[in-house]
């Protein structure tokens, strides 16, 4: 249990400058582009042209020559800060107001003791989950872990367009575990504290080894993935824990989600905006039995 949540100086310091360098908000170059070819864009962005042909033969020989094509863009500090664009480099696309709700959800639950581990469901280069492991380092927490799930091979391809964009050929966001370990590693953050379920959510989340959780952040996009976390993983909540929902205004899919699955519930907690994509709830003072929680392992 933590006593003393006050930070001292250097401590906020730390926070604040991990969270620069986690968006990559201190890189004016996170704003570059790699130049793609259509075969790695969302599905329709290109039309089949000898154009487009002759860009993809060369875009593929520079890179068996391990050459980049960048796109240089001006940097954008407000686009960066409110997470609207993806960072050519840097270990989170979300931007300063959603490390800012993930640190306020996390002192909150500390502060009032509220029981449980942290997971992220969609992880992409780890960043969010580092902070989140920065958190229970800064506190001196020792008997909370943090749960980074993904399929580590990119986005599934959606069940239907209903489900949303397809963007699972779109390599910038196949990132390897361990590429994610190695950026864990990076900020001297990787220890048995951080557990990964590497797997499709609807796979990974039903068997997962999770007794409670505290904080649930969702960042999976697509209807499915908010629907197989909050399906597997709501029930594992503690009263008083956290959901954030980083897709909610951005992806319908994940908002009809939500909806789908609070209406399902009958639950109707009070929904908070962090910024013009985010949202997150407090979870209800409902008291779980033991047997309401699927443990299938500690
Ligand atoms: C938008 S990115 C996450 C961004 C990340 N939270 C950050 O801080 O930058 C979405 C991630 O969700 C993962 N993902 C989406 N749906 C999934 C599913 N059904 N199962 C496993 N991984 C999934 C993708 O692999 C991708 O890494």
């Known amino acids: 249990m933590v006593t003393d949540l006050a930070l001292d100086i250097n401590e906020k310091i730390y926070l604040d400058l991990l969270k620069d360098c986690l968006s990559a908000a201190i890189y004016e170059e996170s704003s570059w582009r790699v130049v793609e070819t259509a075969r790695q864009a969302p599905k329709g962005a290109f039309r089949w042209t000898p154009l487009v042909a002759i860009r993809r033969f060369v875009i593929s020989q520079l890179r068996k020559r391990r050459l980049l094509l960048v796109r240089m863009r001006p940097f954008d500090a407000s686009a960066r800060a ?8 840097g270990y989170t696309m979300v931007g300063r107001a959603r490390l800012d709700n993930l640190e306020w959800c996390i002192r909150d639950v500390l502060e009032r003791n509220v029981a449980g581990d942290l997971i992220e469901t969609g992880v992409w280069r780890g960043g969010s989950a580092i902070f989140m492991r920065a958190m229970l380092r800064i506190y ?6 943090v749960w980074a799930a993904d399929s580590f091979e990119g986005m599934p391809v959606p069940e239907g367009e209903s489900d949303g964009w397809d963007m699972s050929g779109i390599e910038q966001l196949q990132v390897s575990i361990d590429e994610v370990r190695r950026n864990f590693a990076r900020f001297g953050l990787l220890d048995d504290q951080v557990k990964f379920l590497k797997g499709w959510f609807k796979d990974t989340l039903p068997m997962a080894p999770i007794k409670r959780l505290a904080i649930l952040r969702m960042d999976g996009d ?6 197989d976390a909050l399906t597997n993983l709501y029930d594992r909540l503690s009263p008083g824990g956290y959901v954030i929902v980083d897709d909610y205004k951005g992806w319908p899919g994940c908002r009809r989600a939500v909806h789908d699955f609070l209406d399902s519930r009958r639950l109707s907690p009070e929904i908070r905006e962090i910024d013009d994509d985010s949202v997150y709830w407090r979870v209800g003072d409902r008291r779980l039995k033991a047997d309401d929680v699927a443990v ?3």
């Open 222 to 227: 697509l209807y499915n993935s908010t629907m």
């Open 140 to 145: 001196g927490v020792t008997d909370r872990v």
């Open 296 to 298: 299938v392992a500690s």
């Open 82 to 89: 409110a997470g609207k664009d993806w960072p050519c480099f």
